[in-house]
């Protein structure tokens, strides 16, 4: 690696978890070698190496939590836990060439855009900048635990305070009083973890929680020696794929006045049959209706978990739904005035997403002309050419933006999106332009599409069950976290994009560093 103050690159790939490891081994196949990968902590894996509280693990079946070129068949559960899931990435960099091209400790606090000389610049937190010609984006949807957990006097507490993002396993909670704030992905999976160990476990919900049983078990190496035929997981996976890609398609497809009603039956009908299973699961009457969801199963993200509803029914374990007053130094204060004393407060509050304006700082993505990527969000909504690039930023791709879920497993759309930015790369290199950017034109049509085949998602999210706070849904009432396409359409939109929907530079006008 170049140790100079300002070391230049073809291409620089921001974050090293599943998006940038699958960056990585695409520009490597596309004999693209000249590139780093920037980090900001100290391994591959994104959420898998910052996140390792109690009870991590996928909820998702590890066959469609997987690289397609890096398919494993020695998975010890159904849904692996956090430690193997990591080490299912970080074995994928070290095979692929991907770990050593990668600079640990190296968080992009700024890229900026060079008109002149036609290169990115990386501004480090340490200070440092790195050059490069093409910049990948490849921060998870997860950007970043909330700083403010909206709730007063939260930095006034005493005790210990854990955070799923932060978690410090040389604390002990034998015996302890805990409490925790939150009922989301995260809580789902560290409360029943906990909850035989702690003295009293005190559970803070503002809105509950979907949990379907979790069809979990210990994978026997006869199966495992079946999913290693070669072929079979593929065959299995694609499957899914279909069923999923045709479900989104109806979904989307059907007009408002077909499709209203059967969101409104769905999730009548959902409702009715989880309160029949809460009634089979939670012994108290007031603990499962206080556990009870007023909106629909897919309003919100839904869980899979075995334990969690099953946790309130322990002696130690109370459930509180009246609104929190404030933190206080030694607790807890709710609105009807009780004070909930404890030794630790876990903090499960939740992450920035990438499908909220907000999430995008204004200064830290800027482009030709001073074109500032959180203002154009902010202001014209979230919106990318097939999810991947916006005008004004030329030579740049996002793995994760707006509109990028397409319902398939992590990896399988983070493929094709890392697929589209080495495609554009690739022609912009074999026609030996400086620069390429999508057109202005293009960009638009594909997002007065995708935006008109959203309606069906928006109705369900902003109106059937606008009354739910939920990700799905961001600030400005759009339901850019899901593409309205099936998979296969985004698939074939992200590595078969016209090549003109791009404009090309003269080298004749770029200045070379």
Same mark, same amino acid.
């Given at each position: 690696?170049?140790?100079?103050?300002?070391?230049?690159?073809?291409?620089?790939?921001?974050?090293?978890?599943?998006?940038?490891?699958?960056?990585?081994?695409?520009?490597?196949?596309?004999?693209?070698?000249? #590139?780093?990968?920037?980090?900001?902590?100290?391994?591959?894996?994104?959420?898998?190496?910052?996140?390792?509280?109690?009870?991590?693990?996928?909820?998702?079946?590890?066959?469609?939590?997987?690289?397609?070129?890096?398919?494993?068949?020695?998975?010890?559960?159904?849904?692996?836990?956090?430690?193997?899931?990591?080490?299912?990435?970080?074995?994928?960099?070290?095979?692929?060439?991907?770990?050593?091209?990668?600079?640990?400790?190296?968080?992009?606090?700024?890229?900026?855009?060079?008109?002149?000389?036609?290169?990115?610049?990386?501004?480090?937190?340490?200070?440092?900048?790195?050059?490069?010609?093409?910049?990948?984006?490849?921060?998870?949807?997860?950007?970043?635990?909330?700083?403010?957990?909206?709730?007063?006097?939260?930095?006034?507490?005493?005790?210990?305070?854990?955070?799923?993002?932060?978690?410090?396993?040389?604390?002990?909670?034998?015996?302890?009083?805990?409490?925790?704030?939150?009922?989301?992905?995260?809580?789902?999976?560290?409360?029943?973890?906990?909850?035989?160990?702690?003295?009293?476990?005190?559970?803070?919900?503002?809105?509950?929680?979907?949990?379907?049983?979790?069809?979990?078990?210990?994978?026997?190496?006869?199966?495992?020696?079946?999913?290693?035929?070669?072929?079979?997981?593929?065959?299995?996976?694609?499957? %899914?794929?279909?069923?999923?890609?045709?479900?989104?398609?109806?979904?989307?497809?059907?007009?408002?006045?077909?499709?209203?009603?059967?969101?409104?039956?769905?999730?009548?009908?959902?409702?009715?049959?989880?309160?029949?299973?809460?009634?089979?699961?939670?012994?108290?009457?007031?603990?499962?209706?206080?556990?009870?969801?007023?909106?629909?199963?897919?309003?919100?993200?839904?869980?899979?978990?075995?334990?969690?509803?099953?946790?309130?029914?322990?002696?130690?374990?109370?459930?509180?739904?009246?609104?929190?007053?404030?933190?206080?130094?030694?607790?807890?204060?709710?609105?009807?005035?009780?004070?909930?004393?404890?030794?630790?407060?876990?903090?499960?509050?939740?992450?920035?997403?990438?499908?909220?304006?907000?999430?995008?700082?204004?200064?830290?993505?800027?482009?030709?002309?001073?074109?500032?990527?959180?203002?154009?969000?902010?202001?014209?909504?979230?919106?990318?050419?097939?999810?991947?690039?916006?005008?004004?930023?030329?030579?740049?791709?996002?793995?994760?933006?707006?509109?990028?879920?397409?319902?398939?497993?992590?990896? %399988?759309?983070?493929?094709?999106?890392?697929?589209?930015?080495?495609?554009?790369?690739?022609?912009?290199?074999?026609?030996?332009?400086?620069?390429?950017?999508?057109?202005?034109?293009?960009?638009?049509?594909?997002?007065?599409?995708?935006?008109?085949?959203?309606?069906?998602?928006?109705?369900?999210?902003?109106?059937?069950?606008?009354?739910?706070?939920?990700?799905?849904?961001?600030?400005?009432?759009?339901?850019?976290?899901?593409?309205?396409?099936? #998979?296969?359409?985004?698939?074939?939109?992200?590595?078969? #994009?016209?090549?003109?929907?791009?404009?090309?530079?003269?080298?004749?006008?770029?200045?070379?560093?």
């Amino acid at each position: 690696m170049n140790d100079t103050d300002n070391p230049q690159y073809e291409v620089a790939v921001v974050g090293a978890g599943p998006g940038g490891i699958a960056a990585g081994v695409k520009l490597r196949r596309a004999g693209i070698d000249d #590139f780093i990968v920037l980090e900001r902590a100290g391994e591959v894996g994104g959420s898998w190496h910052e996140n390792h509280y109690p009870g991590l693990g996928v909820d998702v079946p590890a066959l469609a939590y997987q690289y397609s070129f890096a398919r494993k068949a020695t998975w010890s559960r159904v849904f692996p836990l956090g430690p193997e899931v990591k080490e299912y990435h970080v074995e994928v960099a070290h095979r692929f060439g991907v770990h050593e091209r990668v600079r640990f400790g190296a968080e992009v606090e700024r890229e900026e855009w060079d008109d002149e000389t036609g290169w990115w610049r990386l501004h480090l937190a340490d200070g440092t900048t790195v050059t490069a010609r093409f910049v990948i984006s490849a921060v998870g949807a997860f950007v970043r635990p909330k700083a403010d957990v909206g709730i007063a006097g939260a930095a006034s507490f005493k005790g210990k305070v854990l955070r799923p993002s932060d978690w410090d396993h040389g604390y002990d909670l034998s015996g302890k009083r805990v409490g925790i704030i939150g009922t989301g992905a995260s809580a789902v999976q560290i409360i029943p973890s906990i909850a035989p160990d702690v003295g009293e476990l005190t559970v803070f919900q503002r809105t509950p929680v979907w949990s379907l049983p979790k069809p979990d078990f210990r994978i026997p190496a006869a199966l495992q020696r079946v999913l290693a035929v070669p072929g079979l997981q593929r065959v299995v996976h694609g499957g %899914a794929l279909v069923v999923v890609d045709l479900v989104l398609r109806a979904i989307v497809g059907m007009p408002g006045t077909v499709v209203h009603p059967v969101m409104n039956r769905f999730d009548a009908s959902c409702q009715a049959l989880y309160r029949r299973y809460l009634a089979r699961v939670i012994d108290d009457s007031a603990t499962r209706d206080a556990l009870t969801p007023h909106f629909g199963v897919l309003a919100k993200r839904p869980t899979l978990s075995n334990g969690y509803l099953r946790a309130y029914n322990r002696d130690n374990v109370t459930l509180v739904t009246t609104p929190i007053e404030k933190i206080t130094p030694t607790g807890v204060r709710t609105g009807d005035r009780t004070l909930h004393r404890f030794d630790a407060l876990i903090l499960a509050t939740g992450y920035e997403v990438f499908s909220d304006p907000e999430t995008y700082r204004p200064g830290t993505v800027l482009g030709r002309a001073g074109f500032d990527l959180a203002k154009f969000y902010n202001e014209q909504g979230l919106q990318a050419y097939q999810s991947v690039s916006v005008p004004g930023l030329p030579n740049r791709w996002t793995l994760v933006g707006p509109y990028s879920w397409t319902g398939s497993g992590w990896h %399988a759309f983070v493929e094709m999106t890392a697929d589209h930015a080495v495609r554009a790369i690739t022609e912009t290199r074999r026609r030996g332009a400086p620069w390429c950017e999508v057109r202005a034109e293009a960009a638009a049509a594909y997002h007065r599409q995708v935006h008109r085949r959203g309606a069906a998602l928006r109705y369900y999210l902003a109106d059937l069950n606008g009354h739910v706070p939920t990700y799905y849904r961001n600030s400005q009432g759009d339901s850019t976290y899901v593409r309205p396409s099936g #998979f296969f359409e985004a698939s074939r939109g992200n590595r078969r #994009f016209p090549l003109d929907d791009y404009r090309y530079g003269n080298r004749t006008k770029a200045r070379v560093l």
